[in-house]
T-cell receptor, first 115, second 114 residues
Framework: DQQVKQNSPSLSVQEGRISILNCDYT??????FLWYKKYPAEGPTFLIS?????DKNEDGRFTVFLNKSAKHLSLHIVPSQPGDSAVYFC??????????????FGKGTKLSVKP | DAGITQSPRHKVTETGTPVTLRCHQT?????MYWYRQDPGHGLRLIHY???????DKGEVSDGYSVSRSKTEDFLLTLESATSSQTSVYFC?????????????FGSGTQLSVL
């Protein structure tokens, strides 16, 4: 049973507009959430994270929002650039709840930013 | 960039043959991981290590074994490769667990089992 869900396999956005990538989780024991970005033929690279004591974390053009009551997080990219075109993975972890503290990843969302 | 080297980068093998993938790090990180990435499945944890000779299973460990005899090296072995093990394999490392843990990934090994 999937504990981290990214229900949109793909997203297409115009350059300069906002990209919003969504992630839902089922395990209420998760207390740390991350976003990774992956280009073809490369390994995933860390983008931004948030702990459960916060509801927002911002780093330049990237902002992650966490809604614990809804078990939902989102990644906002503003403004979107063609170089942001990649697959984005949401990940979560928590010492309790069966994951043994390991990161559990979603299936990914492929973002395409069109010039 | 984190110093992680995966070898080989590409491998084609036949069903039933043994295969070993190597991950080498120069960061002296304690934790090392093997993930596989498949379309429609994202990244799934195969095995991980929390120190020399200390390893444990992840969510998709069947058919795989690992060894870590040195801090810097983490080997993934497919004892008898099957077509279902055709995948992209990523090694990852981290210096800590839990809050503020951050995995650094290698560039991956594309394995094809024919």
């Amino acid at each position: 049973d999937q504990q981290v869900k990214q229900n949109s396999p793909s997203l297409s956005v115009q350059e300069g507009r906002i990209s919003i990538l969504n992630c839902d989780y089922t395990n209420s024991m998760f207390d740390y959430f991350l976003w990774y970005k992956k280009y073809p033929a490369e390994g995933p690279t860390f983008l931004i994270s948030i702990s459960s004591i916060k509801d927002k974390n911002e780093d330049g053009r990237f902002t992650v929002f966490l809604n614990k009551s809804a078990k939902h997080l989102s990644l906002h990219i503003v403004p979107s650039q063609p170089g942001d075109s990649a697959v984005y993975f949401c990940a979560a972890s928590g010492e309790s709840g069966g994951s043994q503290g390991n990161l559990i990843f979603g299936k990914g969302t492929k973002l395409s930013v069109k010039p | 960039d984190a110093g992680i080297t995966q070898s080989p980068r590409h491998k084609v093998t036949e069903t039933g043959t043994p295969v070993t993938l190597r991950c080498h790090q120069t960061e002296n990180h304690r934790y090392m991981y093997w993930y596989r990435q498949d379309p429609g499945h994202g990244l799934r944890l195969i095995h991980y290590s929390y120190g020399v000779k200390d390893t444990d299973k992840g969510e998709v460990s069947d058919g795989y074994s690992v060894s870590r005899s040195k801090t810097e090296d983490f080997l993934l072995t497919l004892e008898s490769a099957t077509s279902s093990q055709t995948s992209v394999y990523f090694c990852a490392i981290s210096g800590r667990r839990g809050i503020n843990e951050k995995l650094f990934f290698g560039s991956g090994t594309q394995l094809s089992v024919l």
